[in-house]
C-alpha cells in the first residue's frame, strides 16, 4: 500500500548529539515526516541542526516544547539513562516514540520502558539499523527465496571497526564509551544479535569470551559469541574494536559475514558485494541497490521509513520493545557466559541456566 507523500507526522527530535545528524537528514528526505522541534540541553547544538535541516523549534527543555509543538512522535537519540524518563513522558501525553539503543542501562529499566509503552498505548520501536541494512534485507530475502537452500545451517561475521584501539579512542565521536563498563556488547554486538536473529530466528544458547584490549577504557572491546538457534543453525561473531579492517570503509557493514545454507553459501564483503555459490558451481556476484549515503548503507532512513509505514499504516514494527527484549536477554546470556566461562542455554524457554 502506498502512502500519501503529504506531511501527516509531526516529530520531535531529542537529541543533538554526534549520531543525531543522521537521524535529522534521514527525517528530511521522508515527505510523510515534518520535525517540528529539536530539543538538546545544549540549545546550540540543536540551533545547529534546526538551521541545517529547516526545523523551525528548539528548546533545552522537552516538556516546553511538547507544549509548543504538540508532536505525533519522539525520536530520542540521547544516552540510555536519558531514555526511561523521556518515555514516559511521552507515555503521559500520548506520544509515539522510537528510541535509539541501547533502550536502557540494564534489562529491567528497558524491561519497565516497554510496560510504560503498553500501559499507555503508546507505540515503540528501537531504533536498531543494522537489520535495515540494504545488504541484509537483500540477503534474507535470498535465504527465504532458497537461493542456499531449504536450510540455513550456519551464519558468522567477523568485525574489525579499529576505532579503538588509540590511547584517546572514542573520545572525539562518543566519549561516553571510555567510561561505560560494558562496550562491545552493550553497544555493538547488540546490534549483531538482532541481525543474526533476523536471519536464522530466535536463539537458544550462547558461549562468549570477552576481553577489554585497550587500557584506557573500562568496558570490553574485542571478544568471540558462539550462538545456537532454535531451529539448529549455529553462529559466530569474532569482533575486535582494538583491531583494524582492510576495508577502505569499515563502518559501512560493520564486517564480512558468511552464510551457509543446506545447497550453497552466501557471502558478504566489507564493500557491501554479495557473492553466492551454489553448490557444485563457481560464485558469483550478485546484482542488487545500495550506497553510501547518510549511515552504512542509509540504514537509518530505512529504520525510520519503517517506522512511519508502521505508524501510517498500522503495520507491526520489526524492532518493536517486546522484540528488542528478546535481544536484550541473549546480551545478558553473553555477559553471564564471559562471567561463568560456561555455555548459557534454554533462552527461549524463559529459563535460561549455565551448563558444562
Same mark, same amino acid.
Given at each position: 500500500m502506498s502512502m500519501n507523500t503529504e506531511k501527516q507526522l509531526r516529530g520531535v527530535g531529542v537529541g543533538a548529539g554526534y549520531f543525531s545528524q543522521f537521524?535529522? !537528514? &534521514?527525517?528530511?528526505?521522508?515527505?510523510? /515526516?515534518?520535525?517540528?522541534?529539536?530539543?538538546?540541553?545544549?540549545? &546550540?547544538?540543536?540551533?545547529? %541542526?534546526?538551521?541545517?535541516?529547516?526545523?523551525?523549534?528548539?528548546?533545552s527543555?522537552?516538556?516546553?516544547?511538547?507544549?509548543?509543538?504538540? #508532536?505525533?512522535?519522539?525520536?530520542?537519540?540521547?544516552?540510555?539513562?536519558?531514555?526511561?524518563?523521556?518515555? !514516559?513522558?511521552? &507515555?503521559?501525553?500520548?506520544?509515539? /516514540?522510537?528510541?535509539?539503543?541501547? %533502550?536502557?542501562?540494564?534489562?529491567?529499566?528497558? /524491561?519497565?520502558?516497554?510496560?510504560?509503552?503498553?500501559?499507555?498505548?503508546?507505540?515503540l520501536m528501537v531504533h536498531e539499523n543494522f537489520r535495515f541494512q540494504p545488504w541484509h534485507r537483500e540477503i534474507h530475502r535470498l535465504i527465504s527465496d532458497g537461493t542456499i537452500g531449504d536450510q540455513l545451517l550456519t551464519l558468522s561475521c567477523r568485525t574489525r571497526t579499529g576505532d579503538g584501539w588509540q590511547s584517546d579512542a572514542y573520545l572525539a565521536r562518543q566519549p561516553y564509551f571510555v567510561e561505560m563498563p560494558r562496550l562491545l556488547i552493550y553497544e555493538t554486538g547488540v546490534h549483531f544479535v538482532d541481525t543474526f536473529r533476523y536471519?536464522?530466528?530466535?536463539?537458544?544458547?550462547?558461549?562468549?569470551?570477552?576481553?577489554?584490549?585497550?587500557?584506557?577504557?573500562?568496558?570490553?572491546d574485542a571478544g568471540v559469541v558462539l550462538f545456537e538457534f &532454535?531451529?539448529?543453525?549455529?553462529g559466530i561473531w569474532d569482533a575486535s574494536r582494538f583491531h583494524e579492517s582492510n576495508c577502505s570503509n569499515?563502518? @559501512?557493514?560493520?564486517?564480512?559475514?558468511?552464510?551457509?545454507?543446506?545447497?550453497?553459501?552466501i557471502r558478504l564483503s566489507?564493500?557491501?558485494?554479495?557473492?553466492?555459490? #551454489?553448490?557444485?558451481?563457481?560464485?558469483?556476484?550478485?546484482? @542488487?541497490?545500495?550506497?553510501?549515503?547518510?549511515?552504512?548503507g542509509d540504514c537509518v532512513y530505512n529504520t525510520q521509513l519503517h517506522f512511519v509505514h508502521g505508524l501510517l499504516e498500522e503495520r507491526p514494527f520489526e524492532t518493536d520493545g517486546h522484540e528488542y527484549l528478546k535481544t536484550l536477554r541473549v546480551q545478558e546470556a553473553i555477559y553471564e557466559s564471559a562471567r561463568s566461562r560456561q555455555p548459557v542455554r534454554q533462552l527461549t524457554s524463559g529459563g535460561h541456566n549455565a551448563s558444562c
Open positions: 537521524h535529522y !537528514e &534521514a527525517w528530511s528526505r521522508i515527505p510523510q /515526516v515534518e520535525i517540528v522541534g529539536i530539543c538538546d540541553h545544549e540549545l &546550540a547544538n540543536a540551533e545547529s %541542526l534546526a538551521n541545517q535541516y529547516g526545523v523551525p523549534n528548539t528548546c527543555q522537552l516538556e516546553q516544547l511538547l507544549d509548543e509543538t504538540e #508532536p505525533d512522535f519522539l525520536d530520542v537519540i540521547t544516552r540510555p539513562d536519558s531514555h526511561a524518563a523521556i518515555v !514516559e513522558l511521552a &507515555a503521559s501525553r500520548g506520544i509515539n /516514540v522510537i528510541c535509539q539503543k541501547p %533502550l536502557a542501562p540494564t534489562i529491567e529499566e528497558a /524491561v519497565q520502558i516497554v510496560e510504560c509503552a503498553d500501559a499507555s498505548g503508546i507505540r536471519h536464522a530466528g530466535e536463539i537458544e544458547g550462547v558461549f562468549a569470551s570477552l576481553r577489554k584490549l585497550n587500557p584506557n577504557i573500562r568496558g570490553e &532454535a531451529n539448529q543453525a549455529e569499515p563502518r @559501512y557493514t560493520f564486517g564480512e559475514f558468511l552464510f551457509d545454507g543446506s545447497a550453497g553459501s566489507g564493500d557491501g558485494t554479495i557473492r553466492i555459490q #551454489p553448490h557444485g558451481k563457481p560464485e558469483f556476484v550478485h546484482d @542488487y541497490q545500495h550506497s553510501d549515503r547518510n549511515f552504512a
